[in-house]
């Protein structure tokens, strides 16, 4: 199992930009699937994107389409999330998380087998 270190959060006005970073421990990095999730105060977490094992393909929320990217460097063992344009609704705590993807729909789901601790992202008006 790999353990997960998020970085990068932090207070930023709307309309700034944010990088968290994903920093990963073990041999398992370059064969999962990468994805950031977040959770907001009183709601559900969410998924937000993920990113493919080689770093080839990438899913967004339509939420944050255009606005966020995801990547990763396997070389470093890990995995970042580019955040542009930010608003007041992208407040939330962010996680990073890692799995086994076989097909698209897992890339989606809130059942990674790792996770980080969160950084909290706050985004004021």
């Known amino acids: 199992q790999a353990q997960l270190v998020e970085s990068g959060g932090g207070l930023v006005q709307a309309g700034g930009s944010l990088r968290l970073s994903c920093a990963a421990s073990g041999r398992t990095f370059s064969r999962n699937a990468m994805g950031w999730f977040r959770q907001a105060p009183g709601k559900e977490r969410e998924f937000v994107a993920a990113?493919?094992?080689?770093?080839?393909?990438?899913y967004y929320a339509e939420s944050v389409k255009g606005r966020f990217t995801i990547s990763r460097d396997n070389a470093k063992n890990t995995a970042y999330l580019q955040m542009n344009s930010l608003k007041p609704e992208d407040t939330a705590v962010y996680y990073c998380?890692?799995?086994?993807?076989?097909?698209?729909?897992?890339?989606?789901?809130?059942?990674?087998?790792?996770w980080g601790q969160g950084t909290q992202v706050t985004v004021s008006s």
């Open positions: 998380a890692g799995r086994v993807a076989w097909t698209i729909r897992e890339y989606y789901l809130d059942d990674y087998d790792d």
């Open positions: 990113v493919s094992r080689s770093g080839t393909n990438t």
